[in-house]
């Protein structure tokens, strides 16, 4: 069935990758083969609460057409992932599309098993079936780490052979990326520590406040250079990261990563845990947007979680992130866009996506009261945009406090938003993602309001033609 289909809950994306009920959380194996992009992701199909994990999957031909299929991997009982078929990976092993994955068992104690399962029928484009490997590839940590969190695999090429990486925290606190020689993939060899926490540019991108670093991911630049993309982990989900560097070769042909820079992957509050697909010419990233909800808001609803729009990754000269909607999104435009002028105020639709370019400060509202207004501010010369969500709470510690993000100043600031249903996303000046989940009450009013010399221009989402 179609996952880009109406739903009677207004909070609920309708052009984005998730199960039509139950729990989603991370995105796992991105995968593209014969023309057909391949979406994995954890999956309750019981409830929407984390437990009784699976893998969901979905496929696409263009990216925004998405079909659901059945689940793809269950827990096997009494099997080393009876407790959950955890995140990780997707790789073409001889012409046999086979995931890589974090297994868990009854008896586990936070740490994984690295576990296999391989298509059933490596013709059948769909990817249906899926059978699992009895045994797991890498039962545990090495020894000699004292390593408390290991799991995550994600498999990827260099210098002519095959690795992977596995996500780790120790026993003192540090957070870190372990290496692994799998280049065959029922064997595989431990080949150290690729990057720790106590790496400066890490440590001064990331603070010390994680304690394991999750869900690493690998991509290659269009410049030559490599992003390191992880998830911070201080006991629960933290926030995002990436990390720019060379990937070089050691003495003994293993990689060595060498970092340049680093920063926040996400400045919003919901969005975690991405994957990237690597392509001949470009990254592709999604990443999981949980719910900012009360509990029983969400057992209600029946549904929790949602997959982000794909978005282009690559880096700025300066070692800074590049990162856009991916063009196949366009595809979502209603034929006509709609526009705005300083003092008029437009209605919005439940979906759009709309380009803003401030030559001056401006702000923008999307959604209105009698008392609060959802606002982005920008402002070129400072290099500043805030996002004002202070009329519309969240639970957490965190609140609703304004996000602002900071880019290199200028003469002017663009800002691209792509809100459906409660999942909003800001791509700012190519350089820095916000994602946040806004819930409208009764009586909000989705308007457009622009006060400043701006250029706007935004269209309405709508389910696309089949070609």
């Known amino acids: 069935m179609s996952l880009a289909r109406p739903t009677p809950d207004p909070a609920a994306p309708r052009f984005r990758v998730r199960p039509p009920a139950g729990w989603i959380n991370d995105p796992n194996g991105p995968f593209l083969r014969h ?122 090429r260099h210098a002519g052979r095959r690795w992977a990486l596995v996500g780790a ?54 410049g030559g250079e490599h992003v390191l993309v992880v ?48 392509d001949d010419d470009r990254a592709l990233m999604w990443g999981w947007s949980w719910e900012a909800r009360q509990t029983p808001e969400v057992l209600a609803a029946g549904w929790a979680g949602t997959l982000t729009a794909p978005r282009l990754v690559d880096v700025h000269p300066d070692g800074s992130l590049r990162v856009t909607p991916a063009p196949e999104l366009e595809l979502l435009r209603a034929p006509e866009p709609f526009t705005t002028v300083p003092g008029r105020r437009v209605p919005l639709p439940p979906a759009y996506d709309l380009t803003v370019t401030a030559r001056g400060r401006t702000a923008v509202t999307l959604l209105r009261a009698a008392d609060r207004a959802l606002t982005v501010v920008l402002d070129p010369v400072a290099g500043t945009l805030v996002l004002d969500r202070s009329g519309w709470p969240r639970p957490g510690a965190e609140g609703s406090a304004p996000v602002t993000v900071r880019v290199p100043p200028g003469p002017s600031l663009t800002v ?25 009450r009764p009586d909000d009013v989705s308007e457009l309001e622009v006060d400043g010399d701006a250029e706007v221009r935004g269209w309405e989402q709508v389910p696309p033609r089949r070609g």
């Open 35 to 156: 023309g057909r992009h391949h979406l994995f992701y954890q999956y309750n199909p019981a409830a929407p609460v984390h437990a009784n994990i699976h893998w969901g999957h979905a496929s696409s031909l263009d990216l925004v057409h998405w079909e659901h299929h059945p689940v793809a991997l269950t827990p096997t009982p009494g099997g080393p992932d009876e407790a959950g078929c955890w995140s990780g990976c997707v790789v073409d092993d001889d012409g046999v599309p086979t995931a890589v994955y974090t297994g868990v068992d009854r008896t586990h104690t936070g740490l994984g098993a690295i576990c296999l399962a391989r298509a059933a029928d490596p013709a059948d484009d769909l990817l249906l079936e899926w059978r699992p490997v009895p045994d797991p590839v890498v039962p545990g940590p090495p020894a000699g780490l004292d390593v408390v969190m290991f799991r995550d695999p994600f498999v990827f």
């Open 416 to 440: 691209r938003a792509l809100m459906d249903g409660s999942l909003l996303e800001l791509f700012v000046a190519d350089r820095a993602t916000v994602t946040e989940r806004v819930y409208r």
């Open 231 to 278: 998830s911070l982990w201080d006991g629960a989900p933290c926030s995002t990261g990436y990390l720019t560097g060379r990937l070089e070769t050691d003495g003994e042909g293993g990689p060595v990563f060498t970092t340049r820079f680093g920063g926040r992957l996400d400045h919003g509050r919901d969005f975690y845990a991405p994957a990237v697909r690597q």
């Open 169 to 222: 925290g120790h026993a003192d606190g540090t957070p870190s990326v372990l290496l692994y020689d799998c280049e065959d993939l029922t064997e595989w060899r431990f080949a150290g520590v690729l990057l720790n926490g106590h790496d400066p540019v890490a440590a001064g991108a990331f603070g010390g406040k994680a304690v394991g670093w999750e869900c690493p991911h690998l991509y290659a630049t269009s």
